[in-house]
């Protein structure tokens, strides 16, 4: 048994040998040396660039990530859609019409959005017509021709040719509380009497018998006119006469009043003048006949017929003669001017000085150059204390500012 047993341990033993020797052979075989890219990557590795080589080589697949995101996308946009069919048997052509009942469709409600509206705004262009009828105004403290006549768009000289009877064409007649007549256009308003032609009536005012008769505002019916040239229309009849015009009625002072013949000045009242030889004569020049050198009233205005200027002044303070000269009118005016004188200067001049509170030369006396001649006042038609000044010819009232030297 004892052989047996060692027979045994002998068979065995080499067995054990041999399969350890095996064991090894087999481990030997499998170990590989490690490859080119290893031993780069260990080299550098060993110099300590091992941190350089990752962060290039996460930029590296970052570029190339993204290269292929937009190629990917590229090629997906240039694909042709390819027709879109519920049903592939269907054949082609237009989908069969369908009638929808509109009021079967449920009403769906806006949303609600909070916030702050904003109103609609619809502004509407409406062209203004042009006024055809006859309107009045009551005047107010303060107003003024001009003044009224801006108001309702019309020229200075048509509300004092719509208003004769209350102004008498003097612009120093208004005053608070008169009623006057606006006319719908520029023009005249006045009353046909007849007597001649209604042509050569409408032709005095610069206007044809048609540019009345033919004014809406005037109402003229048409069929019982006749000849326009000679119209059956009612005299007392007034009527507008658009774009007409015609010459101021006369308020101021006549032309032409000199020391030969002063009596041209006895219409305008008690201050007129008897004649006068000799006396002084003017220089052709003139001094502002006030302390003061501007306005406190109106000017110089033709379309107003209001041919002098409002120097402004204090009750009581001194008047002067702007010229040297003889005085051919001193007294009362019954047309509106008050106290009033007036100065020949000899030379084809005069002068005239308004509204005064006081006169201190009288009727053939000479005057010098800068003299005092009387006081400023409110007298006549004066909405306040001011001289009224005018400078004229013969012939014409020429504008003061013309002649006075710079203020």
Known sequence: MMNTMQNNFDEETPVSTTSDTKTAGVSSSHIRQPGLVARWMN???QMGLGESLLRVGTNLFAIVAIV?????AQAYYRQTPKPFSANGNQDAGPAPAVDVNVNSIPAVSAPVISGIARAAQIHTNVPSRPRQEMVTYTVLDGDTVFGIAEKFGLEPQTILWGNYNVLLDDPHSLRPGQVLNILPVNGVYWEWLGGIPFGEWAEFYGVTAADIIDFPGNKIDKNTVGDYQNANIKTGTWLVIPGGAREFVNWSAPLGVTRENPASARVLGAGACDPVSGGAVGYGTYVYPTNK???????????????????????????YAADAGVVVYSGWNDYGYGNMIMIDHGNGFQSLYAHLSAIYRGCGQSVGQGEGIGAIGSTGRSSGAHLHFELMTLTWKVNPWDYLPPP
């Open 68 to 72: 292929g995101v937009i190629a990917l």
């Open 293 to 319: 050198h501007f306005l406190s009233g109106f000017d110089y205005n033709e379309k107003t017929n209001h041919r002098g200027i409002d120097l402004a002044g204090s009750e009581g303070e001194g008047v």
């Open 43 to 45: 080299s550098l590795l």
